[in-house]
């Protein structure tokens, strides 16, 4: 079976795709409370992740449409805002606790790239709340894998390639600057 892009865009498949990816409020308040109970047995606080941010399968194409501050945070400016420092959320010793030492064992999933540690409280989370540590990293992990062969389809689509191109000659023409494609643009935004 050859995987091709399609000719129009299917709303109701993509919102098909986005819900079966994404965590139901129940899951994802169970999931936070599992991690903030195994930190705080280990003498660190969670802060806690609310802005968790829906998976939608239309962000793994290029361009992919940014909100002003996701623009800012990759590097574009704009005449009237003012530069604030975050500072991270766990410290050091709070993120070894989040995420465990892989020394002390890993946990993978076929298929699905990377791993992590099975001692830490983002293993230990998935196991209460997916049943299983694979099941959670291939649950947060894999679903970026599936869907793929169809983004690959739209990559290389040539009517793909041609929004590319004319993305690049107005770069070039409006701004002066030679890149690629707007997925180039995200590492060398200078």
């Known amino acids: ?4 892009a399609a000719d129009q865009v299917d709303s109701q498949a993509i919102e098909k795709v986005n ?16 991690l903030a109970q195994c930190m705080t047995n280990k003498g660190q606080a969670w802060p806690g992740s609310s802005t968790r941010i829906p998976y939608d399968v ?3 194409l290029d361009p992919s449409p940014l909100s002003l501050a996701q623009a800012q945070a ?9 530069q ?3 500072l991270p959320l766990l410290t050091e010793e709070a993120m ?7 020394s002390q064992g890993s946990i993978s999933v076929e298929g699905v790239p990377g791993s992590i540690a099975s001692n830490g409280c983002l293993a230990e989370s998935y196991t209460r709340v997916f049943g ?6 291939f649950f947060e992990s894999g679903i970026m894998n599936l869907t793929l062969p169809y983004v690959n389809a739209v990559i290389h689509d040539s009517r793909s390639q041609e929004l590319d191109q004319a993305w690049s000659a107005c770069m070039k023409e409006e701004e002066g600057i030679e890149i690629a ?5 995200t590492i060398d935004t200078s």
Request: glycine residues 6%; proline residues 6%; hydrophobic residues 35%.
């Open 1 to 4: 079976m050859q995987i091709k």
């Open 19 to 34: 819900t079966l990816f994404t965590l139901s409020p129940t899951a994802q308040q169970a999931l936070e409370a599992a």
């Open 58 to 60: 239309r962000s793994q």
């Open 74 to 82: 990759e590097g574009y400016s704009s005449h009237n805002y003012s």
């Open 84 to 86: 604030t420092q975050s």
């Open 96 to 102: 070894l606790i989040y995420m465990g030492d892989p």
């Open 132 to 137: 299983s540590a694979e099941s959670g990293v």
């Open 181 to 185: 494609s707007p997925a180039l643009a």
